[in-house]
Nanobody, 123 residues
């Protein structure tokens, strides 16, 4: 069972990045999935979470209107499109999957975690 996150990198403020998360060893279609991030010295926060059937989506207030979470169950993939990036978005981003209720974005409820991908927003 593995989640592999990719797509991080260095981007200028105002730029965009698309994170991808590939699940292997299990099928994502019965799991809620989410993107979480942790910046140095800060607590982990749930950025965006999506229910197993994509009917429910939750966004952290600070990313609403800028980030878009999506999933492709046929490909066992989850994505996070990040636009209008700000320096405060700099963090390690993790994808996670769990048998959660709807689009719950509570980290401890998630069972499977990817290794993280670093996003740095800086000029």
């Amino acid at each position: 069972v593995q989640l592999q996150a990719s797509g991080g990198g260095l981007v200028q403020p105002g730029g965009s990045l698309r994170l991808s998360c590939k699940a292997s060893g299990f099928t994502l279609d019965s799991y809620g999935t989410g993107w979480f991030r942790q910046a140095p010295g800060k607590e982990r926060e749930g950025v965006a979470c999506i229910s197993s059937n994509a009917a429910d989506i939750h966004y952290w207030d600070s990313v609403k209107g800028r980030f878009t979470i999506s999933r492709d169950n046929a490909k066992n993939m989850v994505y996070l499109q990040m636009d209008s990036l700000k320096p405060e978005d700099t963090a390690v981003y993790y994808c996670a999957a769990g048998r959660v209720y709807g689009s719950s974005c509570v980290g401890p409820e998630y069972s499977f975690w990817g290794q993280g991908t670093l996003v740095t927003v800086s000029s």
